[in-house]
């Protein structure tokens, strides 16, 4: 059974920086892309940004260019999100995404 678990979420304050992370079992990775969406409070879900399976090939949300990072390690078979300069709009619910398999979520909260 595939399963993601996605760790890492907080409160942070406008221009921090958070580490998200998502462990998966019951797969490897390794063969595989990822990604990663988020859901803010009363909006519709976007994709935020995606992986290639050898981890050369990464793309991003306009919104977030520049500011969040998505690494894999294989070895650990976890993927991560580098979230730096965080803005109020990047308040949400992170979730990370294979094959159609879905994590429960890691509340992200911007806030001063």
């Known amino acids: 059974q595939v399963q993601l678990v996605e760790s890492g979420g907080g409160l942070v304050q406008p221009g921090g920086s958070l580490r998200l992370s998502c462990a998966v079992t019951?797969?490897?990775?390794?063969?595989?892309?990822l990604s990663w969406h988020r859901r803010a409070p009363g909006k519709d879900g976007e994709p935020v940004a995606a992986?290639?399976?050898?981890?050369?090939?990464?793309v991003y949300a306009d919104s977030v260019k520049g500011r969040f990072t998505i690494s894999r390690d294989n070895a650990k078979n976890t993927i991560f999100l580098h979230l730096n300069s965080l803005e109020l709009s990047d308040t949400a619910t992170y979730y990370c995404?294979?094959?159609?398999?879905w994590g429960q979520g890691t509340q992200v909260t911007v806030s001063s």
């Open positions: 995404e294979l094959l159609g398999y």
């Open positions: 992986i290639s399976v050898t981890g050369d090939v990464t």
């Open positions: 019951g797969i490897a990775i390794s063969g595989y892309a």
